[in-house]
């Protein structure tokens, strides 16, 4: 009795696993089986649109073929240098003007908003001239993009710390130290890790926006993929774009996982 | 018991300086307590003023929150202060926790002027205030991180769990535990650093009337068995009567202190009988009100026009 009972339990557990797994991704599963069938019905021109069974059999030869692995790294570097640039100059900045300098958050707020619009591929060339070497425009530019919807999330979380919060940890004669990083710094987490998130995208975009104006020492995905245009390899095209998705689904899985690590905590 | 409320409706005083310490040793005396030297708590003078802008003129002007109060509050007494809301009631709470300065006057712990926060007093904040990423052991043993150990801090968060009968909770997060779990918990950790004081700002104001009920008679319980000194400040009538040992009632802003009403029954008397249905209760629920009414209709500034009885002089006719 309690054997069989424990073995339904077992099957029941698995069942329930296997549906919330397809709950989860069932939108992406069907996306994907209607691609193919379409592309086998031939509704889709392999000339301009690759199956995902082509896209993913012709990135796996790219890779084991080690064509397209040292673009990977340049991009994957470049956007990693240029988000923990963002994180480490827009969170103290954050934290000054949305904690403590309140009255001069007031006035920039609107010259960040300028700021914020203005898009830093217009003046690449000028960039290049300032920085002389490439990769240092590059990053400057993925900086650039990805720290203000930082900033702007750690302004707002730095604002919207409960006060009471404050008060308890001052009624237990916490320094400011302490009050900054056990209160302030905890109770904003969720808004910087947004922040984050949100920047990762700008940055990526960023990325391939340089990239693919060519204007790199001709290296990173986004050159790859303009490379297989001029080339006219459609299936190297498709290729690129699904390993940058990935790239950048994985940083944004790996700072979730970051999060909740430090949430715990 | 014999009572004397046969000055229900004397002119009420506003009290200018302290009180007779023999008199009130003599009247807490009824209520079971044994006072023994000086006053735990001295507040003398005690002035308040906030700058703000008027929206009108765009002056900056004072807004004065309390004025002169005067107020003693003896070792492991229970004393309520009581007032309309906006009378400063909270603001007084502040400049007791050394959260926030006196203007003028001061506010003196066995004769040491309060000017920063201290581990002598635990306050219990309004709203619950528990640290929302943090479980209910973690938001106890948050104020005893600095000076001790983990295992030790949380072996003194567990005991003072167990003490207000959360043990078996303290795993789940403040947005699992009902509002009054969560009350529990923000006083375990006001209790947690041992404080000889205990400050409570309206702890009950957002738990529902029931909890509320079950959450009196435990304070009563928890106080009368650590013996610590507790203001509590509220502006529920019954909630006074109830739990205090005396009750100060502040007036309008500015605020000062009113009058201080005697509850002359023991903790034990009030929790052992049915001391909420009692007449005596209910007598000095009255008496508390009509020291009171006068203040609220002031906060609210509905002075000029109060709602009267319409004197409808053809009763039988009116209606539809």
Known sequence: MKLESAKENQIYKIFAHVRSFFIKFIAIILFIILWEVLSIVGVFDPNFISSPTNIIITAWQLIIHGMIIEDILYTLIRVIIGISLAILIAIPLGFLLGGYFKKIEESLNPFFILLEQFNPLTLFHLLILVTIINELSTVIIIYWAAQWPILNNTVTGAKNVNPTYVKVAKATKLDKFDIFWKVQLRSSLSNIFSGIRLGILSGFLMAFGVEMMGMTTGKGLGYFIMNSQMNGEVS???????????????ITLSINQIEKYLCKN | MNLNLSNFNENTKIIK???????????????????????????????????????????????????????????????????????????????????????????????????????????????????????????????????????????????????VGLSSFEDRYPHELSGGMKQRVAIARALAIDPEILLMDEPFAAVDAQTRAILQEDLLKITENTKKTVIFITHSIDEAVFLADRVAVMTARPGTIKEIVNIPFSRHHRIATDFKNNSDFISLRRRVWDLLKEEVIKS???????????????????GI
């Open chain 1, 236 to 250: 190297f095209i498709w290729a690129g774009i699904f390993i940058m998705t990935l790239l950048s689904l994985l």
């Open chain 2, 17 to 163: 300086g302290h009180d007779n310490i023999s008199e009130v040793k003599e009247e807490l005396a009824v209520n079971g307590k044994e006072i023994t030297g000086p006053p735990k708590i001295r507040i003398d003078n005690v002035k308040k003023i906030f700058k703000t802008k008027n929206n009108k003129t765009s002056k900056i002007e004072d807004f004065i929150a309390l004025n002169d109060v005067n107020l003693d509050i003896y070792k492991g007494e229970f004393l309520v202060v009581l007032g309309p809301s906006g009378c400063g009631k909270s603001t007084l709470l502040d400049i007791l926790g050394g959260l926030s300065p006196a203007s003028e006057g001061e506010v003196k712990i066995d004769d040491n002027v309060i000017t920063e926060p201290g581990l002598d007093r635990g306050i219990v904040f309004q709203q619950y205030a528990l640290l929302p990423w943090r479980n209910a052991l973690k938001n106890v043993t948050f104020p005893l991180e600095n000076n001790k150990k983990d295992a030790e801090s949380e072996e003194i968060a567990r005991k003072y769990l167990a003490l």
């Open chain 2, 300 to 318: 609210q500034e509905i002075t000029e026009k109060r709602i009267k009885f319409e004197e409808n002089e053809n009763i039988d006719g009116g």
